[in-house]
């Protein structure tokens, strides 16, 4: 690698980050010199959360008291904060509510598709892959409703649809390949054999076109700590689709999703709409954390944030492949744009060593056992500066001989 090519990727990098419609929004982060790379995992801290939950707490909590769940809309929070998350999974208002953890939402929206399904139809497709909760609720899910579960790889999700299957759960991204899958294609094949699609978002929203309402997903989940960067723990969405709300019986019937809840009634009369899919109390402080961060999408517009996704992810790919020792890693990110989530997947040997060496280093991304190197990448505030010296670091660490090599 001569040291004119490395000049000139560092000289794209600066042009690319200076021609970036979205560079300016980075300043609406608390971030620092390091290189972040691990917005897939947890997203950055928007710089309006802190005088906001300062307001919340001191004002709204201290001072009003019980008087804002009704004078500062703590009551209808969850629903008001889903439809502010709507545009970005292409869903119009009125379909999603904000509450619990993706694990809860999953099993919200999975048993309640199978509850719609007709008896005959036995099995739960799961693609073979999935993040480890959703598996462990699937099947969960299946013995609550007297169905099996049927892991099948994502991509042959759609052909193994069949007359037996109620609902097939799906992770749009591959949590450890980056792998993003065909969506709109794999809804329509289980649309066409009868079944219901239940999306996990939790890797693409925020970060890549989702199109709920126009693929006609019938349900879906996310978390809002990655691309939604609402902080650690914040509550999960759930989108159930209009023209299913009134036949959505949610598994976890509790008093915030009753037609009536202060009517203290014995018996269980569901609300209308999104709010059916709450169960308790809201986490208000999450909530308004999460409300805050929202705030860094004002005047952003939403197709400028996929198409810079992979323009970083492709010149990652470049500078890595320019500036690593020949052989030392293999992306098992596809290179296919349409096959590409946010975030590029290195296969290295002693990945978990090459990483703290990064981390080290300042580039913070993450690892995967046994052997991948993840680096996620947010549109919202990742430069390409970044990307260069995450790549330019990583061949440093690879060519060290005293630092993660097997
Ligand atoms: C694809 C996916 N689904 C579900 C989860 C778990 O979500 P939670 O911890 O919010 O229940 C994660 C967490 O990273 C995830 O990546």
Same mark, same amino acid.
């Given at each position: 690698?001569?040291?004119?090519?490395?000049?000139?990727?560092?000289?794209?990098? $600066?042009? =690319?980050?200076?021609?970036?419609?979205?560079? !300016?929004?980075?300043?609406?982060?608390?971030?620092?010199?390091?290189?972040?790379?691990?917005?897939?995992?947890?997203?950055?801290?928007?710089?309006?959360?802190?005088?906001?939950?300062?307001?919340?707490?001191?004002?709204?909590?201290?001072?009003?008291?019980?008087?804002?769940?009704?004078?500062?809309?703590?009551?209808?929070?969850?629903?008001?904060?889903?439809?502010?998350?709507?545009?970005?999974? &292409?869903?119009?208002?009125?379909?999603?509510?904000?509450?619990?953890?993706?694990?809860?939402?999953?099993?919200?929206?999975?048993?309640?598709?199978? @509850?719609? /399904?007709?008896?005959?139809?036995?099995?739960?497709?799961?693609?073979? $892959?999935?993040?480890? %909760?959703? &598996?462990?609720?699937?099947?969960?899910?299946?013995?609550?409703?007297?169905? %099996? *579960? @049927?892991?099948?790889?994502?991509?042959?999700?759609?052909?193994?649809?069949?007359?037996?299957?109620?609902?097939?759960?799906?992770?749009?991204?591959?949590?450890?390949?980056?792998?993003?899958?065909?969506?709109?294609?794999?809804?329509?094949?289980?649309?066409?054999?009868?079944?219901?699609?239940?999306?996990?978002?939790?890797?693409?929203?925020?970060?890549?076109?989702?199109?709920?309402?126009?693929? &006609? *997903?019938? =349900?879906?989940?996310?978390?809002?700590?990655?691309?939604?960067?609402?902080?650690?723990?914040?509550?999960?969405?759930?989108?159930?689709?209009?023209?299913?709300? !009134?036949?959505?019986?949610? #598994?976890?019937?509790?008093?915030?999703?009753?037609?009536?809840?202060?009517?203290?009634?014995?018996?269980?009369?569901?609300?209308?709409?999104? #709010?059916?899919?709450?169960?308790?109390?809201?986490?208000?402080?999450? =909530?308004?954390?999460?409300?805050?961060?929202?705030?860094?999408?004002?005047?952003?517009?939403? !197709?400028?944030?996929?198409?810079?996704?992979?323009?970083?992810?492709?010149?990652?790919?470049?500078?890595?492949?320019?500036?690593?020792?020949?052989? @030392?890693?293999?992306?098992?990110?596809?290179?296919?744009?349409?096959?590409?989530?946010?975030?590029?997947?290195?296969?290295?040997?002693? /990945?978990?060593? *090459?990483?703290? /060496?990064?981390?080290?280093? &300042?580039?913070?991304?993450?690892?995967?056992? #046994?052997?991948?190197?993840?680096?996620?990448?947010? !549109?919202?505030? %990742?430069?390409?500066?970044?990307?260069?010296?995450?790549?330019?670091?990583?061949?440093?660490?690879?060519?060290?001989?005293?630092?993660?090599?097997?």
């Amino acid at each position: 690698m001569s040291d004119v090519r490395a000049r000139d990727l560092a000289e794209r990098a $600066a042009d =690319l980050d200076a021609a970036d419609p979205l560079g !300016p929004v980075r300043h609406r982060f608390a971030l620092d010199d390091s290189v972040y790379l691990d917005g897939n995992s947890l997203g950055a801290l928007p710089l309006g959360v802190l005088p906001r939950l300062s307001d919340v707490v001191t004002h709204e909590w201290g001072q009003l008291r019980i008087r804002s769940w009704d004078e500062s809309g703590w009551w209808t929070a969850p629903e008001r904060i889903g439809d502010r998350i709507a545009p970005l999974i &292409g869903a119009a208002p009125g379909q999603v509510v904000v509450g619990d953890s993706t694990s809860v939402n999953v099993f919200k929206a999975l048993v309640a598709a199978v @509850r719609m /399904a007709p008896e005959d139809r036995t099995e739960i497709l799961v693609d073979a $892959a999935t993040f480890p %909760t959703d &598996g462990y609720i699937a099947s969960s899910a299946a013995r609550l409703t007297g169905r %099996t *579960v @049927r892991a099948v790889p994502a991509g042959e999700i759609a052909a193994a649809a069949g007359e037996r299957t109620a609902a097939a759960l799906v992770n749009h991204v591959d949590y450890r390949t980056g792998r993003l899958h065909d969506l709109p294609g794999v809804t329509a094949a289980l649309h066409a054999a009868g079944a219901l699609a239940v999306w996990d978002l939790c890797h693409s929203a925020g970060a890549l076109p989702v199109a709920l309402d126009e693929d &006609g *997903v019938d =349900l879906a989940v996310g978390c809002t700590y990655k691309y939604l960067n609402g902080g650690p723990g914040s509550p999960a969405y759930l989108y159930v689709r209009r023209a299913h709300q !009134p036949r959505f019986d949610s #598994p976890l019937p509790g008093w915030n999703s009753h037609a009536d809840p202060f009517g203290m009634e014995p018996a269980y009369t569901p609300a209308e709409g999104a #709010p059916r899919g709450r169960v308790g109390t809201p986490e208000i402080l999450s =909530l308004l954390a999460l409300d805050a961060a929202l705030d860094v999408w004002h005047g952003v517009s939403v !197709p400028d944030v996929p198409a810079k996704s992979l323009r970083l992810t492709d010149f990652f790919l470049e500078c890595v492949d320019a500036l690593a020792p020949a052989g @030392r890693v293999e992306s098992v990110t596809p290179a296919a744009h349409a096959e590409r989530g946010s975030q590029v997947s290195l296969r290295c040997a002693a /990945a978990e060593e *090459v990483m703290g /060496a990064l981390i080290a280093r &300042g580039v913070v991304g993450d690892f995967r056992r #046994p052997d991948v190197l993840r680096f996620g990448f947010t !549109p919202l505030y %990742t430069r390409y500066a970044d990307a260069w010296r995450a790549a330019r670091a990583l061949a440093d660490v690879l060519a060290d001989p005293n630092e993660g090599n097997p």
